[in-house]
């Protein structure tokens, strides 16, 4: 024990300072090391062309489930217990609810500004808030009508140009084939029903200085009526849609059509590969023919997660996602939605006909409906509560008890609480 | 020489470990419950501070969220399963117990099955098994012109039922079992010979001596049946009126995780934790603790 | 009446065949299933094979998917259920043998506790032990699963049971006389004596944490340290984004059952001494 001297501990303390010091100058022994949890399919090419591409920041892709199926519950952990990851797909609707546990990197201080014009602008504004930039935009999910042309041929119909003739449709459909539907509503995927509420024109919330929430206004009660009547008169069906019971529904041609988003091409070729080239793609039913709008389902982000020792460098690891072309293309065959990157339409991946589609170029419809998608929505942090809320009201009504039109109501109080729940403020529309 | 420590030598490890992972939790649990939020700045993204919530979060889980009626369906849901997971227990018991059964290895042995797959493995096996047109069951009822959808609206309740009774019953016939061979031959010899039947011998000797186990067995389904998380969670995606409140347990998971919403889950986890002791006390003191497995008699 | 007559015998067997039809169709299916790919598990019928099963083919991508990570799974579910249980057993007996056969102030009060613990729910637990393990920087851990899997209060009741009632006082006197140790009086006499016991608690414990799904859920996000009920559940969450999943899921359920099946038929026998001990010592 005495021949460790003063000396010898002296010098073991400088190596130590040394060693510690080197850690925090920069003088890495490796490449910087960086986790992204994301679920869009086919996102590991992306990743992959990153790391051969640039060998001195690798990135480490864990596919997770789906945001709203338990993918939030870990990133909220994560973040929570710092261990989470540097990058996250985050969903344009639940960057508040990120915004509000203080989770997401404020970009803006990492210089993202100069990448703001590659950007589609409404996307852009999904991720800010006072000021700051909390997200980088990755794709959105313009709607359209998706409809297996060989049975509509069959049944003598066209693809339905309104809301009207969907309903008639419909009935043709049911007339023929008792077993079959013309589509479904899923009565536990509220975010489908707000997109086609926002495509009739709704503005349910707002994001000033003040949130504010407006679930049951006239237009949304306008759609949720046509559901209702279609319910009552069994003109379609109301089984969960994008599960295996609804694929072997499509697999059997028993589901004609999906109003779907854009995103959803991958769904149907992964799931329904027998139906291949039977499909055709065609806008959106309209309630205005003279006022064409269109639906957004989905749109998600590429989020830097409080608690990443690289900031600057995952921040550019998401603009490169995002926007350069190998990337987009690589993301684009594995169908990760409509880019949020400005004009990369043209000469892109979706530029091009399609066999699982007849051959017909049926990006061209959503390039269409994306130039009509409202773009003033905003959304609010309690978001995931609300969707579950409306989930449970739906279900309630396709087994009988309630309405889709009687849900609204609820959701809005539900809404109302959730938010106050939070310690947030909310301005709601003057009673009736 | 025995030391006055010895004792507590002995209980340390496991009375640390104890306190740290059930003591500490539920007191953790209970302080947490009493905690709210205060928000500040533009939108209320400035900055947050705890603050003193006082009964509030207990409030807002009994009137303000679905957190009652997911009790409520827990305990229909209970009031069903134990009896008839204790009565087919029982039933499958005497039944092999019985003389003519043959091959009561076997049986025993396949109905002992199912308990050794965990809960979530099950569910995924019988998610595959309620699918239209992927189920062997189905199909077999397809010829009989039974239409079924197990999965599809409130109906899949008892889905769940079905997987829980799968798992657990054979377990549970078991230990009935284990309690019935235990029963000496000469008490069945000494009836006998005293002019009891078949049927005195099933109702006066083999039910009273075989309760210390019913009884041990459904205090542990009581506890179990207040917990459902797994099997729901699994069949979520495929059965709609699976909700993100079905279950107690489901509620406080996605109040706390989900939603971020940590005062409120933990108050939904006290209430809970309440009705479990509530439920358990109460039965044993129904049977009069005479269950008490070990206990002299 | 007669109930060893042939009639009753094939009534009593017909209904336990058809309750064993029952119980074993799940396993019936899994075996068939595994055969297919998604394509034909969605197509063709769940009633028989196909002309073309892929059983092996289907095997090895199981294995192999993503770096092996199944292994993996099956590692760390034999660590926590496995190494769990045998810590918990230990710390158990040493509780029960404590409060069995030594008297100390306060013993029945913590005996009492310790029987609140059997009552309260896992879930109950396990959202307070994840903000305990994330503030302690311990969250998504080896640690953040096992340390709460080695407390058993049902296991300390059954050892104090059993050791009140099978380990005779004389004997361990007899034993300090010549002059053991207190430690070595446990592990070399008392050990033995209640190891049917022991076997219970182990069992019990064993598939109390492969079963207990929520702990993990709560406290990990790391694939690598999944079990496997929370890995195949993984899988299944993303079959419809990653469709070769579903008939990895249904391969990966396959290859647990088998060995569960197995070791649930080589115990049984341990079950059911086991189990009784504690009721008939009476």
Known sequence: MRRLSVRRVAALLVVLALLA?????????????????????????????????????????????????????????????????????????????????????????????????????????????????????????????????????KYGLQPPKTWADYAKAAAVIKQKDPTARIGTF??????????????????????????????????????????????????????????????????????????????????????????????????????????????????????????????????????????????????????????????????????????????????????????????????????????????????????????????????????????????????????? | MRSRRTPWLFLAPFAVLFLAFFVVPIGYAIWQSFIGVRRTGALGLGGSQTTFAGLRNYADALAQTAFVPSVLRILLFGVVVVPVMIIAATALALLLDAASARWPRFFRTAYFLPYGIPGVLASIIWTFLYLPGMSPILEVFGWFGIQAEPLAGDGVLWAIANITIWEFAGYNMLVVVAQLQAVPAELYDAARVDGANAWHMVWRIKFPLIRPAVVLTTVFTIIGTIQLFSEPIVLKRSAPAITNDYTPNISAYNQAFLYNNYGLAAAEAVLLALVAFVLSFGFLRLVGRGGRAGGAR | ??????????????????????????????????????????????????????????????????????????????????????????????????????????????????????????????????????????????????LPSVVSPFGVYLCRIYCEASVPDDLLEAARVDGAGELRIFFTVVLRIISPALVTVFLFQLIGIWNNYFLPLVMLSDPNLYPLPLGLMSWMSITDRVPVLYQLTVGGSLVSVVPLAIAIVVLQRFWRTGLTAGSVKA
């Not at chain 1, 929430?213 to 949304?220: E, H, L």
């Open chain 1, 21 to 153: 010091t080197g850690c925090g100058t920069g003088r890495r022994t490796g490449p910087i090391q960086l986790t992204f949890w994301s679920w869009v399919p086919g996102i590991d090419k992306s990743v992959n062309l990153w790391n051969r591409t640039h060998p001195g920041v690798q990135v480490h892709l864990d596919q997770v489930t789906a945001g709203i199926d338990g993918g939030y519950a870990k990133m909220f952990s994560g973040v929570r217990a710092g261990s989470g990851p540097d990058l996250a797909q985050v969903e344009y609707w639940a960057i508040p609810a990120f915004m509000l546990e203080h989770g997401l990197v404020d970009l803006n201080r990492y210089g993202v500004r100069k990448y703001q014009d590659r950007f589609v602008p409404w996307q852009w504004h999904q991720g800010e808030f006072n000021g700051g930039v909390y997200a980088v935009p990755q794709a959105s999910g313009p709607m359209a009508l998706y409809y297996r042309a060989d049975l509509f041929k």
């Open chain 1, 186 to 432: 899923p009565p536990a995927n509220s975010q489908w029903f707000i997109a086609l509420a926002w495509q009739a024109g709704a503005h349910w919330f707002g994001a000033t200085d003040k949130w504010s929430v407006n679930i049951d206004d006239p237009a949304t009660r306008k759609v949720a009526a046509y559901w209702d009547d279609l319910r009552r008169r069994d003109l379609i069906s109301t089984m969960q849609d994008v599960q295996t019971g609804w694929y072997k529904a499509v697999h059997d041609g028993k589901i004609v059509s999906w109003v779907g988003p854009q995103w959803g091409d991958a769904l149907l070729k992964g799931n329904a590969p027998n139906t291949a080239g039977k499909w055709r793609v065609a806008p959106m039913p309209q309630w205005d023919p003279e006022h064409e709008t269109a639906a957004n389902w989905g749109g998600s982000s590429t989020a830097v997660l409080r608690g990443s020792d690289h900031p600057t460098e995952a921040m550019e690891f998401a603009v490169w996602l995002n926007t350069d072309r190998h990337s987009i293309n690589d993301l684009i065959e594995g169908g990760y939605g409509w880019p949020a990157a400005a004009n990369v339409f043209k000469g892109s991946a979706l530029d091009r006909p399609d066999p699982f589609f007849g051959g017909q170029r049926y990006n061209d419809v959503f390039a269409d409906a994306d130039r009509h998608i409202d773009t003033r929505w905003r959304w609010i942090p309690t978001t995931m509560s609300l969707i579950d809320t409306l989930n449970s009201g739906f279900t309630g009504a396709v087994t009988g008890n309630g309405s889709f039109a009687g849900t609204l109501g609820t959701a809005q109080s539900a809404a109302v609480r959730d938010m106050r729940r939070k310690g947030l403020q909310v301005v709601t529309p003057p009673e009736r």
């Open chain 3, 1 to 146: 009446m007669n109930r060893t007559g042939p009639g009753w015998r094939i009534l009593v067997t017909a209904i336990l065949a058809i309750v064993a039809v029952y119980f074993l169709v799940p396993v019936y299916w899994l075996i068939i299933a595994s055969t297919k790919t998604t394509d034909e598990l969605l197509g063709t019928s769940p009633l028989w094979f196909t002309g073309d099963p892929h059983l092996w083919s289907n095997l090895s991508q199981v294995f192999s998917y993503n770096g092996h990570i199944y292994l993996r799974w099956v590692g760390n579910t034999i660590l926590y259920s496995g190494v769990g249980a045998l810590a918990a057993t230990l710390l158990a007996a040493a509780a029960g043998y404590a409060m069995a056969k030594f008297e100390f102030r306060g013993r029945e009060a913590v005996f009492n506790i310790v029987l609140g613990g059997v009552l309260v729910p896992a879930t109950v637990l396990a959202l307070p032990l994840y903000l305990m393990f994330s503030s302690a920087g311990l969250a998504d851990t080896y640690w953040s699963v096992l």
